[in-house]
């Protein structure tokens, strides 16, 4: 099923269309399929089953045939055809270079905010790359607007089942929204999120709180607005950290952004605290999060490690001190 033309290209495609890199082995697990098979550091998988593979979600489900054929380069440029036949949930135990064969989704975005736009210059060129790459948010839990999908990309994300996804939110006002992305396309959040319930994925959700702009009121209203989609037995929202902006001193003059002070950071605990009180009765779960940071600016003791639950948003700084400590 998972070798079917739309997961991946076809090697007989179009050849005017973008063809997908070759997939680089980087490394090779001891006793592995990829072991007995003699695959070594350097070889490049072009295709799996006449399909090249666009990225590792495709080579994943490609590989969860029982029968495969794989095109092989070595690293001097000759080529092999392999022929196996192995059980459906065995993996080939190599790694790879790269997660995308086919390139990078960059950001269309101009957020005044973006941690990006205020790197320190003259550092190594990754550190300027703006992902917004649905692909890396389902393999790693990076966050991403839903500003750049194509039909194509709704469709693969429903028909693969690429969830949950983790999405940057800010703001549910459409207006709001568009003027915190700078993006006329940002204020489809709420239908898109809807499109996630009707077709039974999820999404994690976040809400980078600039001061004057999405806090106070319009925060509480893009709470509110989420949790309609926080209930049932398969949320379409399966949590939301709520965290500040952060500011460098590298960021373009004229951002209109203020830092968050300590009494900001007091009112957005108090206005968030009550809400969580309200999803647990509502949900069983507090279901919104405040990151660590709000708490170390306004001087007061961060919650007790139960409160964060099974620490859904732990990578996005929501419960991390707490997790390190008990680690102690």
Request: negative net charge; hydrophobic residues 40%; contains cysteine.
């Amino acid at each position: 099923m998972w070798n079917e033309p739309s997961d991946g290209i076809p090697l007989n495609a179009d050849p005017t269309a973008a063809t997908p890199a070759a997939a680089v082995v980087e490394s090779v697990e001891s006793g592995s399929i990829g072991e007995e098979l003699g695959f070594q550091p350097g070889d490049r998988l072009i295709a799996i089953n006449g399909v090249r593979p666009r990225d590792l979600i495709d080579l994943r489900m490609l590989c969860g045939e029982e029968e495969l054929r794989l095109e092989v380069e070595d690293p001097d440029g000759s080529l092999h055809q392999i022929e196996l036949e192995k059980d459906a949930d065995d993996g080939l135990g190599l790694g790879f270079t790269e997660a995308l064969f086919d390139g990078l989704r960059q950001c269309t975005n101009r957020c005044p905010f973006c941690f990006i736009d205020q790197q320190p210059p003259g550092r190594r060129s990754s550190l300027y790359l703006k992902d917004d790459d649905y692909r890396l948010s389902f393999l790693y839990g990076s966050y991403l607007t839903l500003t750049n999908l194509t039909a194509a990309d709704w469709e693969r994300i429903e028909r693969q089942r690429l969830s949950p996804l983790f999405v940057s939110v800010h703001a549910t006002e459409p207006a709001l929204r568009r003027r915190l992305l700078l993006n006329d396309r940002a204020g489809q959040i709420l239908e898109q999120i809807a499109w996630f319930e009707q077709k039974r994925l999820q999404i994690h959700a976040q809400v980078v709180v600039c001061p004057g702009i999405n806090d106070g009121e319009a925060l509480l209203e893009t709470l509110t607005d989420l949790a309609r989609f926080g209930g049932g037995d398969w949320p379409a929202v399966l949590s939301v950290a709520v965290v500040p902006v952060g500011l460098t001193r590298f960021r373009p003059e004229g951002d209109g952004l203020v830092p968050v002070d300590p009494a900001m950071a007091r009112r957005t605990i108090e206005a968030v605290e009550p809400l969580q009180q309200q999803f647990m009765q509502r949900f069983g779960s507090r279901w919104a999060w405040l990151s660590d940071e709000w708490y170390l600016m306004a001087g007061l003791p961060l919650p007790e490690r139960f409160s964060y639950e099974d620490l859904p948003q732990q990578e996005n700084g929501v419960g991390s001190i707490r997790a390190f400590l008990e680690e102690l």
